[in-house]
Every structure is written in structure tokens, then in C-alpha cells.
């Protein structure tokens, strides 16, 4: 590790033997260091001293680490935080990840991983919830753009900060959101915009590989280990090594697949199929599913354990309905990416067109309107018009978000609300509604 000045590390645990260790290595590490066995202490080291960086083990008397990540993240928001854990507590992992830790560190670990996790989380830039005007948020307001995702809506800005906030540790990250929301443009937020951008990124759809293949695709496999191995290969997780890899459709794994995987989480390591000899990997995985997959635990088809761990951070992706604000800017930028690739670069949309693509529910998502953007680019000459547009976009159902009611449950509705204006006067209300008292009378009962 290579520093200009030695920072202040304050170090929180309950046991001694683990304060002398990290601190040895700490000092080795040229680090001052300040240590505190309570929360209650590290909290007037915090207020007197001037602290660099903050470790802390989660489960101590009285008051627990994760209090004390809340309290540090609230009153030293620039102080960044490292907590450590060990494989029971990945709950309160979870909980520290979301609360305010840069990463989490599992016990054992080495003094070689300790000291890339120290530099991790010193060089970290997160985006705090309490910061209304970082310079990450005031560039994605003026650009309307972040890492190739495109927006302007409160949900745009919140996934961009969720990104902001796990690009530069290596807590393993499970995206969630409905087919064309664009996970895998998330996932790939997550890793170039991160210290290990110049690390590879590899994506896998498990759903597309077939289930025999997928454990000897992901891990390799030793020559001679099935019909047609005539040499040893290397898996997608030895290609991403030091970098990320990708998992789609994580919920497709069959379960001899997901127990790899779940060591692979645990001890850091993999090994190939027909092989017996265990290869240290040391990587950010990203999973990706538009299934419950909490649900799939529930039903026995995804192991929970394996959930648990994949869920360290959570990033839902909503869907394209629910940012109505972003479809134009998104169809534009679209529009511009294409209109250049088919050799029309002055096309547009009219504004009649554009109005209903803001209006329809895209149940498609960004997928969706990419498609229909290219059709409609071949369909039109300098503007692309209504009549250019499919029928079920013109014409759409309504959409799934709109809970349908019967036409006797609509009426209903109206006469109450027509009622309580004229405060129950049956007369008036009739007289409204231009029927007779009679009628609303039977109508009501």
C-alpha cells in the first residue's frame, strides 16, 4: 500500500486478541491506530480525535456495531467504515452494508486482504443519503446520464445512488427487477464506475447455458472430467478473478450449481469439474433475477442460504411504467443511437407520438421501446409519426398498474362523492346527477 501520510484507524472489539492483531498489522501497514472495546468509548475517541477510518466487529455488549455505523455515518459521514463479521452474523452484515459501511470483512482473513480492504474503503467516494448536491448527483442532474443509464426521475436518481453507494467495496449484490429493466446495464454501473473498473467483467446468462454445462462453464474443468474435455479449461469465474462476474438469471441454476456457488461465496474459491484441487478466487458477484426469489426459497427450488448470501445489497430496478419522466429522454437518446446506425440522422419524433409512448405502460420495459424505436426509424422517413406506431401502443390495454373496477363499482364511487358534496341531500344530489330522487333511491339501495 502505497500512502502519502499515515491515517488514524480506530479499531472497535470486544476482544482483545482481535484489537492486537489488527493493530500489529495496522502498524505494519504504517497506520496510527486508536483502540476502543465498547461503542460507548469508540464514540469519544470519534469526538476527540481525528480518525481516518473506522473497523468495527458487529457483535459486542451493550451497545452492537451496528449502532455504532448508524451514529458514524450520521455525525462523521466522511469517515469511512470497514466492519468485520464472521459468517453467522451476515445478517448484520447486510444491515452495516445499508446503514452506512464502505464493506464488510469475513473472519478469518489474511493480512494481505485486510490491507486491500483498508485501501478500499480509504479511497472510496460514496454518495450519502443526507447529501442533497454531491458532485455524482449535481452531474447526473445536468447530463441525465449515468454509466450509460439514462433518467431524470426521483426512482432514476435513487438507483443511481444505490450504485454509488457499493461500486468501490466487494459486497455481493443482488439485482431484482421485471425482463428489459436493464440489470445487466446495472451491473455494469457497478463495476466500471468502481475501483475495479480496469479488472474484467464477465456476464453469464445462466437461463441461456444449458443445466449439464452451467457448473463446468462457471468453475472449468479438468481434462477427461466428460465425453469431449480433451484439455483442461479454465470456468467464467478464474476469467473474473480480481474483477466481477456476472450472474443472470441466478434463479435458473440447478441446485448442484447453487451449492458451488454457495462455496465459491464462503471460502473464496472453486474447483474445476473433475478436479479436487480448490483455486483461490478473489471477485464481486453480481446476481441478477426478475423471479421472487424469496418466494423460490419458500418453495424449496433456491437454496436460502445461498439467497442470504446473494442478497448482501439489494437493487431494484423499476420498472419502465414507473418512471414515466424518463421515457422521452430515454427514446431520444435511443432515437439518436440508431438513427445514426440506419443512416438517418435527422429523424424525430413528432409530438403527437411522443405523447402516446409517455402514455403507454410498456410492459416490455426499456427493451421494449428499443425494439419499437428501430421498427419505427425503418418505417419512417424524417419524422416518426403516430400512424408509424403499432396498434397495441396506440390503442393499449389498460395497464397492469391500474386496478379495474366494474361499471357498478365506478357509479357507485361517483354518486358517494356527488352525495357528500351536498352534504347527503338526496334532492340535490339527484338534480346532479340529472336523474330523479326515485332512481337514485334504487340505485343507492
Known sequence: MT?????????VDDNYDMLELLQRN?????????????????????????????????????????????????????????VITGFPSVDGAVEAIQSGAANYLTKPFTA????????????????????????????????????????????????????ERVKDNRATVLISGESGTGKELVAKAIHYKGSFAQHPFIAVNCGAIAENLLESE???????????????????????NGGSIFLDEIATAPMSVQVKLLRALQEKEVVK???????????????????????????????????????????????????????????????????TEFRKPHIEFSKEAMTVLTNYSWPGNVRE????????ILMASSSIEIHHLPEHIKYPEPS??????????VEKKYIQKVLDSVGN?????????????????????
Open 3 to 11: 500512502k502519502l501520510k499515515p491515517e488514524n484507524v480506530l479499531i
Open 26 to 82: 495496522l502498524k505494519q501497514f504504517n497506520f496510527h491506530t486508536y483502540k476502543a472495546t465498547s461503542v460507548v468509548e469508540a464514540i469519544e475517541i470519534l469526538k476527540f480525535a481525528t480518525i481516518h477510518l473506522l473497523i468495527t466487529d458487529l457483535q459486542m455488549p451493550g451497545h452492537n456495531g451496528i449502532e455504532l455505523v448508524k451514529y458514524t455515518n450520521q455525525h462523521f459521514p466522511h469517515v469511512p467504515i470497514l
Open 112 to 163: 494481505s486482504e485486510l490491507e486491500k480492504e483498508v485501501e478500499n474503503c480509504l479511497k472510496k467516494t460514496l454518495v450519502k443519503p443526507n447529501q442533497s448536491a454531491t458532485n455524482v448527483e449535481s452531474e447526473v442532474i445536468q447530463n441525465q446520464v449515468y454509466a450509460g443509464i439514462v433518467g431524470r426521475s426521483k426512482a432514476f436518481l435513487k438507483l443511481v445512488e444505490r450504485i
Open 218 to 240: 462457471l468453475f472449468g474443468y479438468e481434462k477427461g472430467a466428460f465425453t469431449g474435455a480433451t484439455q483442461t479449461k479454465e470456468g467464467y469465474f478464474q476469467a473474473a
Open 273 to 339: 469439474v473433475g478436479g479436487h484441487r480448490p483455486e483461490k478466487v478473489n471477485l464481486r458477484i453480481i446476481a441478477a433475477t426478475n423471479e421472487n426469489l424469496y418466494k423460490n426459497v419458500q418453495e424449496g427450488s433456491f437454496r436460502e442460504d445461498l439467497y442470504y448470501r446473494l442478497n448482501v445489497v439489494d437493487i431494484e430496478v423499476p420498472p419502465l411504467r414507473q418512471r414515466k419522466e424518463d421515457i422521452e429522454i430515454i427514446a431520444t437518446n435511443l432515437l439518436k443511437k440508431y438513427a
Open 369 to 376: 421501446l428499443e425494439n419499437l424505436i428501430q421498427r419505427s
Open 400 to 409: 397492469r398498474d391500474i386496478e379495474l373496477k366494474t361499471l357498478r363499482e
Open 425 to 445: 341531500n338526496k334532492s340535490k344530489a339527484a338534480k346532479i346527477l340529472g336523474i330523479d330522487r326515485k332512481t337514485l333511491s334504487n340505485k343507492l339501495d
